[in-house]
Structures are given as structure tokens and as C-alpha cells.
């Protein structure tokens, strides 16, 4: 990647599926005044859960405990441990740091579909999230290949080997919790 870890940032864009590369200034997106105006601005914060609930992407009002957004939680926070393992990575030079990037971008579209509970849903939701068996297959390939570069497991392994390696192990752990959500 030829990005400056220091001085640019990356924003996820959930309609081109893709990182977009942006100065730390995130209102920076849009070079021109005219062009920020077309946008509609989206907040960080809603005021709706404070009172206990929230809302999937149908608009259904759910309770914040419920097992839609333990299951969003559990992602974002797999998602951010994954961002943490690879700015490590790429301190280390590892040669899979773009694929780690790809996973999270993976992980955003299970989380529009975890949004999307099938019980209120209609079909221009479902349309909008629902996505192929790609994701998995690519995941497998990444994992065979690299599988293949290490000799095989004979016991299992302490999570050590420096900060990028525990990191992936931590990363590891959590998408075990997320699987369980």
C-alpha cells in the first residue's frame, strides 16, 4: 500500500465496498465546498439508543442487549482488533497486510447483514445485502496458501511470537466470539 500511515487515514465506503484513502481531516473527502454540499452529512452518534434501544438497517426498534447487536458488537470489535494486527503487520513488513485489509472489508458486509434481521425485512433490504459464497472461498485460498508455508501443527500454539503475531492470535480469539454471536 502506498499509503503514509502517519498523515493519511482510510474510510470505509459501504457503496464501493473499498477503503477510501483521506487526510485525518474526515469533512476532507470531497475536494470542493460544492461538492461536500451534495452529500448528506452522517453522524457518529444518533440519540436513539440512549434510552435503551436501537435500530437495525429495516428501522425494526430493538432492545441495544439483543443478539442482533451482540452479534454487530462482536464484529466491530473483531474488525478493529484486525485493524490493530495490521498496522503490526506492516511494521513487520508481512506480506498479507492488504488481504487483512480485505477481511475487514469483508466483515462490514456481515455486519449490514446482521443489520438486516430476515423477520423485517423486505426484499430492497435483502437486495442490498445479501452477497455470495466469494468471500468464503477467497478466505479459504488465503488460508490454504499460507497453511502451506508452515510446518504442520503437532500441539497448539501459546499466543507470543511478537505484537503482530499475538495480535493475529487475539484477532483469532475474538472472530471465535464473534462466530459464537
Not at 498523515?7 to 465546498?33: E, G, M, R, Y
Not at 468471500?135 to 499466543?159: C, G, K, M, Q, Y
Request: charged share 25%.
Amino acid at each position: 500500500m502506498n499509503v503514509n500511515r502517519q498523515t493519511k487515514a482510510k474510510i470505509f465506503s459501504p457503496l464501493t465496498h473499498k477503503f477510501v484513502k483521506t487526510q485525518p481531516n474526515i469533512t476532507n473527502v470531497c475536494s470542493t465546498q460544492t461538492e461536500r454540499s451534495k452529500r448528506t452529512a452522517i453522524k457518529i452518534y444518533t440519540r436513539t439508543g440512549d434510552k435503551g434501544v436501537s435500530s437495525t438497517f429495516t428501522g425494526e426498534r430493538r432492545p441495544k442487549d439483543d443478539a442482533v447487536f451482540e452479534a454487530l458488537g462482536a464484529t466491530d470489535e473483531l474488525t478493529c482488533t484486525i485493524g490493530l494486527a495490521q498496522e503490526y503487520c506492516h511494521e513487520t513488513g508481512q506480506t498479507f497486510v492488504e488481504e487483512l485489509e480485505q477481511v475487514q472489508c469483508f466483515l462490514q458486509d456481515v455486519g449490514s447483514c446482521l443489520a438486516t434481521p430476515y423477520s423485517s425485512a423486505k426484499d430492497s433490504h435483502l437486495k442490498r445485502t445479501t452477497f455470495d459464497g466469494s468471500a468464503v472461498e477467497l478466505l479459504e485460498r488465503w488460508i490454504d496458501a499460507h497453511s502451506a508455508e508452515l510446518p504442520p501443527l503437532t500441539n497448539f500454539i501459546l499466543p507470543s511470537g511478537g505484537k503482530s503475531s499475538t495480535m493475529l492470535h487475539l484477532a483469532r480469539a475474538t472472530c471465535r466470539r464473534a462466530e459464537r454471536r
